[in-house]
Each structure stands twice: as structure tokens, then as C-alpha cells.
């Protein structure tokens, strides 16, 4: 399992308690999960895998801080969102906020779905990133495993993007709902002219 580096951790305490540090976010796409979900896309990643989509997403700096509350109240301002999912970067190098955020909008009658370059036997060990366990016992479906460029697949029907992860699904409402339109690209402008190209290409940075 891969360790948490000193530099690493340092920089998360960088984080106020009650915030998440992330990359990005969408209120709004059908390319990240079941249904019409929102987005988060937090910042961090210590893996840096050859072909990874989000580059940019590697660096533990702050990128911006945005508060468990407003992001909650932000995804359920969209009466269309069935959902949200947590991708990145690594959504368990701040599990513990993002099982709050989770238990906010699962209240609010929400599922929740995450992408992890963990596994899940290492999620479930004790040596797993602490809040682990907490966000784990949140989530309907978990898309587990690294990228692995050697082992890609190279189709747009493929709930995964390399052979070596796995979907899992923890709530059995969503067993026959394992396929969403990753065949399908969005492009997301946001408030501050950046732009989101998401789904089966994943984030691109457009010129």
C-alpha cells in the first residue's frame, strides 16, 4: 500500500476543519455515476500515474477552499442531481470531510459514489488514510484501483477505465445501474472561464 509522505500530510493539515481543497466541481453531469449527479473533484494525488486524466490534480497545494456546508447546499440546489460523486485527485486523503459532505446529501435523499486509486482491501486495512472507514460506510458504489496505462481499456462501454479496477456496490438498489453514459463527452464553463471536458476523455485542458 502506498505510504502518505510526511510533505503529504503536512500539506493536508494545511486544510481547515469543515473544508474541502479541491480541483474542481460541476453541479450538474450524467458522464460520473447513475443519473444526473454533481461532481466534486478534490485536489491532492501522490500516485502521478502515467496517462492519469487529471494531472492537475496531482499537487497537494491549495488549490481552493471551498466549505462542507456551502458545497452540500450547492449540490442540492439542483432538484435534478439523483447523486454525487467524489473523484480527483484522491477522495481518501480527505475522507473524513467528504463523509460529511456525504451524509448531508444523503440525508437530503442522495446516493453517493466515489473513485479511489486504493483498493479496497487496502480502504479496509488499518493502514488505510484516516476517515477511511467512515466514508467507505457512506458510499453506494466505489470505483476502486489505480490507473494502469498497460492494462487500459480502450471502450467507451467500460464503467472502468483499466482492467485492473473494479466496481463495487454496496447498496444493492444500484446492482443494474452499473452503466453510464461514459460514452459521452460534457464540456462544463465555469463562473471563472475555466472549462470542464468530462467523461470518457475525462478532464482535458482546453486551449
Avoid at 79 to 88: D, E
Wanted: hydrophobic share 40%; proline share 5%; glycine share 8%.
Amino acid at each position: 500500500m502506498e505510504t502518505t509522505s510526511t510533505e503529504t500530510l503536512l500539506a493536508l493539515t494545511e486544510i481547515p476543519a469543515g473544508y474541502l481543497n479541491i480541483m474542481g466541481y460541476v453541479d450538474k453531469s450524467e458522464v460520473n455515476g447513475p443519473g444526473c449527479r454533481a461532481v466534486v473533484w478534490v485536489q491532492g494525488c501522490p500516485r502521478e500515474c502515467a496517462g492519469c486524466f487529471n494531472p492537475d490534480s496531482w499537487t497537494f497545494e491549495i488549490n481552493k477552499l471551498v466549505s462542507i456546508d456551502s458545497l452540500a447546499t450547492d449540490i442540492l440546489k439542483n432538484p435534478h442531481n439523483t447523486g454525487v460523486t467524489f473523484s480527483g485527485g484522491e477522495p481518501f486523503l480527505q475522507a473524513s470531510a467528504l463523509a460529511s459532505l456525504a451524509r448531508k446529501v444523503k440525508d437530503a435523499g442522495l446516493n453517493v459514489m466515489a473513485f479511489t486509486g486504493f483498493t479496497l482491501k487496502q480502504l479496509q486495512a488499518e493502514s488505510a488514510p484516516d476517515g477511511s472507514q467512515e466514508l467507505l460506510a457512506q458510499l453506494d458504489i466505489l470505483v476502486d484501483g489505480p490507473f494502469i496505462e498497460s492494462q487500459a481499456i480502450h471502450s467507451p462501454l467500460s464503467p472502468v477505465s483499466s482492467k485492473n479496477q473494479q466496481v463495487h456496490v454496496f447498496n444493492p438498489d444500484f446492482k443494474d445501474q452499473i452503466s453510464w453514459a461514459s460514452d459521452q463527452i460534457e464540456v462544463h464553463v465555469l463562473k471563472d472561464g475555466d472549462r470542464i471536458v468530462t467523461g470518457y476523455q475525462g478532464w482535458l485542458e482546453l486551449t
